[in-house]
């Protein structure tokens, strides 16, 4: 079936420092890839998506990369600051189809 | 914009009985609205989408007699957990996609802390 593998599971980086985290998806018709981030008990809050039709995108300190060859896509952070210290999840899409989420990446930034 | 609120936010409750909760779209037409369970520290478990005006289509090994779900109008969808038990005990999240053409991003609830004593 449809999967989306994320990595890593857990990352630390030290403040100012740049954090990547990286998503495979298995569906090759999927066209569409959000990336969400949750704090701890709160609802998940869209920060970025990339439609298939485009290779990069860019919303200040955030970065998304997607490679449709290989099926697989990229959350960039620069400058990472304390408050961007959450779980991140990645997902991939076809149309208005259900989402398919990566299992999740715990990024703590170290003051 | 793209407000979705979710109702209630914690429930404690005994066991067997039912509960209901309710994702309301605030300020947009959410012709498909997705329930998710959410274990700590893991993703997001999708459960079942629901569409306006027609049954839910459920996710492989959710029962539809144990988690009913209605989607009566445009901006509200609702789930109900009934006759439940301390294993239903999990955080619930609700999503709304917008009517559109185009692909539209899901927003979510702030989800349902739902506790079976």
């Known amino acids: 079936g449809e999967n989306v593998e994320q990595h890593p599971s857990t990352l630390s980086v030290q403040e100012g420092d740049s954090a990547v985290i990286k998503c495979t998806y298995s569906?090759?018709?999927?066209?569409?890839f959000p990336w969400y981030k949750q704090e701890l008990g709160k609802r998940p809050q869209l920060i970025i998506d990339?439609?298939?039709?485009?290779g990069e995108k860019k919303d200040q300190r955030i970065a998304v990369t997607l490679n449709k060859t290989a099926k697989h896509f990229s959350l960039h952070i620069t400058e990472t600051q304390p408050e961007d210290s959450a779980v991140y999840f990645c997902?991939?899409?076809?149309?208005?189809?259900?989402?398919?989420f990566g299992t999740g990446t715990r990024l703590k930034v170290l003051a | 914009g793209a407000v979705v609120s979710q109702h209630p936010s914690w429930v404690i409750c005994k066991s067997g009985t039912s509960v209901k909760i309710e994702c309301r779209s605030l300020?947009?037409?959410?012709?498909?609205m997705f329930w998710y369970r959410q274990f700590p520290k893991q993703s997001l478990m999708l459960m079942a989408t629901?569409?306006?005006?027609?049954?839910?289509?459920?996710e492989q090994g959710v029962e539809k007699d144990k988690f009913l779900i209605n989607h009566a109008s445009l901006t509200l969808s609702t789930l109900t957990v009934t006759s439940a038990h301390p294993e239903d005990s999990s955080f619930y999240i609700c999503?709304?996609?917008?009517?559109?053409?185009?692909?539209?991003?899901?927003?979510f609830g702030d989800g349902t802390r739902l506790s079976i004593l």
């Open positions: 569906d090759s018709a999927s066209n569409y």
């Open positions: 997902a991939a899409s076809r149309g208005t189809y259900k989402y398919i």
């Open positions: 999503s709304a996609r917008s009517v559109g053409l185009s692909d539209q991003p899901q927003h």
């Open positions: 300020d947009f037409q959410a012709t498909t």
């Open positions: 629901s569409n306006e005006g027609s049954k839910a289509t459920y």
């Open positions: 990339i439609r298939s039709n485009v």
